[in-house]
């Protein structure tokens, strides 16, 4: 039997990794058995740069961790080596780059499981979310959306004025005055 002490700070532990996973948007559970250390930093300083937490986790306090937020479902996969890769704002970017690592880098670095806000996915689901674009492409491609009728209204105006003589600097010089 465990101090209280000892006890004390795993259920510590446990708490502050449930309360991770809970405000978490996205997370992975990663098997990193045979990554070198320069590969390791590679891949931490690409997950910090998108704002991924990324951390080696201890088995049992993930399992307590995760079955306290009701995703017993991923007990089986809380074996050998493990660690838990967490995003609160965009919750595409580390399927994006833990995907990428693990085709890079074979069997040595694999994605043992993943979650979506309290959801539990599947492979398949992974592989789909890993296809995506990052936050900041998506916001760029809803962007283009929104600007392009403006865009071809202004061309529009543009060829019309081209035709009746004017052209549109003379245009801004007259709205000017």
Request: aromatic fraction near 4%.
């Amino acid at each position: 039997m465990p101090n209280a002490k000892v006890l004390s700070e795993k259920q510590a532990i446990v708490e502050a990794l449930a309360e991770r996973i809970k405000n978490a948007g996205a997370g992975l559970l990663v098997d990193y058995k045979g990554i070198t250390v320069a590969e390791d930093t590679a891949l931490r300083t690409e997950l910090r740069k998108d704002g991924v937490e990324y951390t080696v986790v201890k088995n049992t306090l993930t399992r307590k961790a995760l079955d306290k937020l009701g995703m017993s479902s991923l007990d089986h996969v809380l074996n050998g080596t493990t660690s838990l890769a967490t995003a609160e704002k965009d919750p595409i970017a580390p399927f994006r780059i833990i995907s990428d690592y693990s085709k890079k880098l074979g069997d040595r670095f694999n994605i043992k499981a993943a979650f979506m806000e309290g959801k539990v996915l599947n492979d398949s689901e992974i592989a789909e979310m890993a296809e995506l674009p990052g936050k900041d492409a998506l916001y760029a491609k809803v962007l283009g959306t929104m600007i392009a009728p403006i865009t071809g209204l202004a061309v529009c105006l543009g060829q019309i004025l081209e035709q009746k003589g004017g052209s549109l600097e003379s245009a801004e010089a007259e709205a000017a005055e």
